[in-house]
């Protein structure tokens, strides 16, 4: 019996589990329990961390989970690694539902760096007013640069803020294109610093960028396991049919 265990966060996760539950699929959705209020789920949901490769791999056990697909963010590198771990530790087949990466076009102002402290160093010594659109996990690094202004836009309030200059902006994606123009407009926006997540509901910033002519420092993906990866929640349900079928 397929037991699916879908590890969400993103966009297309949430798409996943709204296919599996009208295929009427016994799957379990998982949160990391990074915000207050996660997207309610049309499948059993769990929240909160496994307690590493070790946790998450007796969990498959205890749960007879039939198959993990991991649709964590781009940037959930230890997530990520502790499923491959997990699933080459069980013999649980694991499938990665993974966005394309952004890639410049015409008019983009962008410069590529390898990390966060890289991030950190790239920008200028000058004052300047910068959206920092990168979540609320790494904020402290950026406090590095004090002189600058930065604007956050983040799912939930935060409890503090580790930035001298700041202001958050509260709001959940997907963002449009109308709307990031005139949120860069009207904070007079000169740098974006943002992370390579690819996908549909975040790059409404980028275009932004290009049509305002705004330079953006992108950080690049982390490296991850090989694993089996697809692109398309089609592709996902193939492959469960497939399983099903003892293909």
């Not at 789920?41 to 496994?50: D, Y």
């Not at 990665?96 to 410049?104: I, M, Q």
Request: glycine share 10%; charged share 20%; proline share 8%.
């Amino acid at each position: 019996m397929l037991h699916p265990l879908i590890l969400g966060g993103t966009t297309e996760a949430t798409r996943l589990a709204h296919a599996l539950a009208v295929a009427g699929v016994q799957a379990v959705f998982s949160y990391a329990g990074r915000t207050d209020a996660p997207v309610a789920q049309p499948l059993p949901t769990r929240i909160g961390g496994f307690g590493g490769a070790a946790g998450l791999a007796e969990y498959l056990r205890a749960e007879r989970i039939s198959h993990v697909i991991d649709a964590t963010h781009p940037f959930a590198a230890g997530m990520s690694r502790n499923a491959a771990e997990a699933c080459a530790a069980t013999g649980i087949p694991l499938l990665a539902l993974e966005r394309k990466p952004w890639v410049a076009g015409d008019g983009d102002r962008w410069t590529g760096v390898p990390d966060l402290d890289a991030a950190v160093a790239a920008l200028p010594e000058a004052p300047g007013r910068i959206f920092l659109a990168i979540g609320r996990q790494h904020l402290q690094a950026f406090a590095a640069k004090p002189q600058h202004h930065y604007l956050l836009r983040l799912v939930d309030p935060p409890p503090a803020l580790p930035l001298p200059k700041a202001e958050a902006v509260i709001a959940r994606g997907p963002f449009t294109l109308e709307g990031d123009l005139a949120l860069l407009a009207a904070q007079d926006i000169g740098l974006i610093v943002a992370k390579n997540s690819g996908g549909e509901g975040a790059r409404a910033k980028l275009e932004a960028a290009r049509q305002r002519r705004i330079a953006v420092i992108l950080i690049d993906r982390p490296a991850l396991p090989e694993r089996a990866s697809v692109e398309t929640v089609a592709e996902v349900l193939d492959w469960l049919h497939q399983a099903r079928l003892g293909v």
